[in-house]
């Protein structure tokens, strides 16, 4: 058995934005800092929610005018789509004066081909042409021409049949000044 004085414990509530004071006991903390808590807090509460609302609005606004997944840049529409990179895919082009061919993606293009997959900006194609002429140019091929395409498909409401539709499509001419702004 413990002898010992029993103290009362006061369990504060963490009040919201709604301006009420939030004091564990009257007259042990001033008022004025009550209320300057009771502000701090609320702003420490509404801060994550005004992030997250603006992350939301930005990703629902690249995914219906920029071709980004709705499974990246916050993912908010990933579970309401099948629009991921299984259904996207990248065909590369090229052209030299001695060939004219499509070529697969090289192991070490993957992840830039994803990125591409997933949100096929300007920037992230002519990142992907660029390692592409990179490679060509150091096995010995010549390069003169590269023509990404992006597709996605699509299944029909009524039937699941599957249709590929055309995201984005970039042809990257004159591959020697890429090479020069890499350098």
Do not use: H
């Not at 629902?60 to 099948?82: R, Y």
């Not at 003169?144 to 992006?150: A, F, G, I, R, S």
Request: aromatic residues 6%; proline residues 7%; neutral net charge.
């Amino acid at each position: 058995m413990t002898t010992g004085v029993r103290q009362k414990i006061y369990l504060q509530a963490p009040a919201l934005s709604t301006g009420e004071q939030n004091c564990p006991v009257p007259n042990q903390v001033p008022d004025e800092q009550c209320a300057a808590d009771s502000r701090r807090f609320s702003w420490r509460v509404l801060a994550p929610v005004v992030v997250l609302i603006v992350i939301a609005i930005v990703q629902v606004i690249l995914a219906k005018t920029a071709e980004l997944s709705p499974w990246k840049g916050g993912g908010f529409g990933m579970f309401a789509t099948t629009d991921g990179t299984a259904f996207r895919r990248i065909r590369v082009f090229v052209e030299a004066p001695e060939r004219s061919e499509e070529i697969e993606i090289a192991p070490s293009q993957e992840l830039q081909a994803a990125r591409a997959q997933l949100f096929p900006s300007d920037s992230m194609l002519t990142k992907l042409a660029q390692a592409v002429v990179s490679r060509e140019q150091r096995y010995g091929r010549p390069v003169k021409t590269v023509k990404l395409e992006v597709w996605r498909t699509e299944f029909k409401a009524d039937s699941l049949e599957p249709t590929e539709r055309m995201l984005r499509e970039i042809t990257v001419n004159e591959p020697e000044s890429l090479n020069k702004t890499r350098e």
